[in-house]
């Protein structure tokens, strides 16, 4: 079973700072990950998606992921952190019957004027 | 406008009155799915469809069903809701040409079960 583990239930950074969230992933096949994020009282929007074509994949709003299978890890970043930022992002894995995704259980990020 | 439709966006109700949340989208996608979010726990699927007259369970299907009727609706039914359904729902939708798998998801529906 694919599952999907996000360190850090919540980060705060100040507005212009670097921004990291954190995701790693299990799973048995070689993986579709995907970062969504939640603004308040809205569903989930698709921010960017690997898909094995780069291992560096660049998102909407200036953020970038990138792959290394050798930490099974696919950590979401943005070089300088805006106040519109703050939101919910959760990590995801594509099952390989595309029956699911597998949600990690989220990153609350706060950002500090 | 491409969109996933839920209702209601929020409802009370109390335990054993039976509801349905309503799901529609217009992207005549194929496949339609239900998740629930709970904090600290993400989200998790209820019930998928791979298409019409085609359901299966997800990850937490105890208490909910669901039917797939035509393809543009997808309604979740509370036939006895218990406060531990107290959550908020997702439908979201995929269309064929998505071979990877991303959903495009509905504004979600906030439940309170007393």
């Known amino acids: 079973a694919q599952s999907v583990t996000q360190l850090g239930s919540h980060v705060s950074v100040s507005e212009g700072a670097l921004v990291l969230l954190r995701c790693n992933y299990s799973s048995s096949v070689p993986p579709y990950l995907f970062w969504y994020v939640q603004y308040p009282n809205q569903g989930l929007q698709l921010l960017l998606k690997?898909?094995?074509?780069?291992?560096l994949v660049k998102g909407i709003n200036g953020f970038e992921a990138e792959f290394k299978k050798s930490e099974t890890s696919f950590h979401l970043t943005k070089p300088s952190a805006h106040m519109s930022d703050a939101a919910e992002y959760f990590c995801a894995v594509s099952d390989t019957g595309r029956r699911a995704l597998t949600f990690g259980s989220g990153t609350r990020l706060q950002v500090q004027p | 406008e491409a969109q996933v439709t839920q209702n209601p966006r929020y409802l009370i109700t109390v335990t054993g009155k039976k509801l349905t949340v309503t799901c529609s989208q217009n992207?005549?996608?194929?496949?339609m799915s239900w998740y629930r979010q709970d904090p600290g726990l993400g989200l998790r699927q209820i019930y998928y469809s791979m298409n019409v007259e085609v359901t299966d369970k997800g990850d937490v299907p105890e208490g909910y069903k669901v039917s797939r009727k035509e393809k543009r609706n997808f309604p979740l039914i509370l036939e006895s809701p218990s406060p531990n359904q107290t959550s908020l729902y997702f439908c979201?939708?995929?269309?064929?040409?998505?071979?990877?798998?991303?959903?495009?998801f509905g504004e979600g529906s906030r439940l309170t079960v007393l």
């Open positions: 992207m005549n996608h194929e496949y």
């Open positions: 690997y898909t094995s074509a780069a291992t």
């Open positions: 979201a939708s995929r269309g064929p040409g998505t071979s990877t798998g991303e959903l495009f």
